[in-house]
Nanobody, 119 residues
Framework: QVQLVESGGGSVQAGGSLRLSCAAS????????MGWFRQAPAKEREFLAR????????EYADAVKGRFTISRDNTKNTVYLQMNSLKPEDTAVYYC????????????WGQGTQVTVSS
């Protein structure tokens, strides 16, 4: 089973940028649709972005469309989330996840990385 580890979180001011990385173990990463999610305190986990196996197709939630960009490098077994124009409401724990079946049923998750955006 693939294992995922997020990194790149931290504290930034509103309007700033941050790039998250998600490193995958194993040799089957290229077969998985990958997604980014976040969860703020006392809130449900929220879908942010999805990328297909080759990286040719992406999908974004309205809340981050135009500000966040998901990408992947299958040669490095890594998926990225570039976050620009950050807002305080973006503060959350960010998770990457793998959809091994390709049906938007994410079944492998990373441990999460904290992102804090101050005014």
């Amino acid at each position: 089973q693939v294992q995922l580890v997020e990194s790149g979180g931290g504290s930034v001011q509103a309007g700033g940028s941050l790039r998250l990385s998600c490193a995958a173990s194993g040799r089957t990463f290229r077969f998985y649709v990958m997604g980014w999610f976040r969860q703020a305190p006392a809130k449900e986990r929220e879908f942010l972005a999805r990328i297909n196996t080759s990286g040719s197709s992406t999908e974004y939630a309205d809340a981050v469309k135009g500000r966040f960009t998901i990408s992947r490098d299958n040669t490095k077994n890594t998926v990225y989330l570039q976050m620009n124009s950050l807002k305080p409401e973006d503060t959350a724990v960010y998770y990457c996840a793998a959809d091994r079946g390709g049906g938007a049923a994410y079944d492998v998750w990373g441990q999460g990385t904290q992102v804090t955006v101050s005014s």
